[in-house]
């Protein structure tokens, strides 16, 4: 990961504590005003900020998989479905499925997804700061604020807008 992502993490982390507190209080915001600013935000992070240089996602967290996404990776890695879940998954503590191990076995050396057409929806859809509804997604977006540096400075840009007491 470049320094830069890495200073802009340490940097959320640092202040979990508060961030909590805020996204907490967050709920209270219209729903739609806060999707227009965070959708804002989004974009505008990824300017500057590029998923080739990071990866972190790939790395640390990795995505639970639906059937559709098995059924799609499978097929796009001529592999039985139940060979595919062999190899490479396991039900975490929820009973959900998981990469066996990360990063995930298909993030290539260059940071490049080797599955990127078939990838699982959860990859696809990450880190949520892009999508409607938000208001429901702000304990993961508390999580991904540990993760992403693009959901980092999404964070950093919200307290800006809406306050950070
Ligand atoms: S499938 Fe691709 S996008 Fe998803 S975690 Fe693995 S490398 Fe990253
Ligand atoms: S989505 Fe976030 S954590 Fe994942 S590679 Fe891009 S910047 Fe990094």
């Given at each position: 990961m470049l320094p830069a992502y890495k200073q802009i993490l340490q940097q959320s982390i640092s202040q979990k504590e508060e961030t909590k507190k805020f996204l907490h209080k967050l709920k209270r915001a219209k729903p739609n005003d806060l999707d227009n600013n965070c959708n804002t935000l989004h974009y505008k992070a990824f300017e500057n900020i590029d998923c080739l240089q990071c990866a972190n996602c790939c790395i640390t967290t990795g995505p639970l998989l639906l059937h559709k996404d098995i059924e799609r990776l499978s097929q796009s890695l001529s592999m039985r479905q139940a060979a595919f879940t062999n190899q490479y998954l396991r039900q975490d503590e929820d009973g959900d499925l998981v990469?066996?191990?990360?990063?995930?076995?298909?993030?290539?050396?260059?940071?490049?997804?080797?599955v990127y057409e078939a990838r699982p929806n959860a990859c696809r859809e990450y880190?949520?700061?892009?999508?409607?509804?938000?208001i429901n997604k702000l304990d993961i977006t508390f999580h991904n604020s540990t993760i992403c540096p693009a959901v980092a400075k999404v964070v950093e840009g919200l307290k800006k807008i809406y306050g950070n007491t």
């Open positions: 990469f066996k191990n990360m990063p995930c076995p298909f993030l290539d050396e260059h940071s490049y997804c080797n880190p949520h700061t892009q999508q409607r509804k938000i």
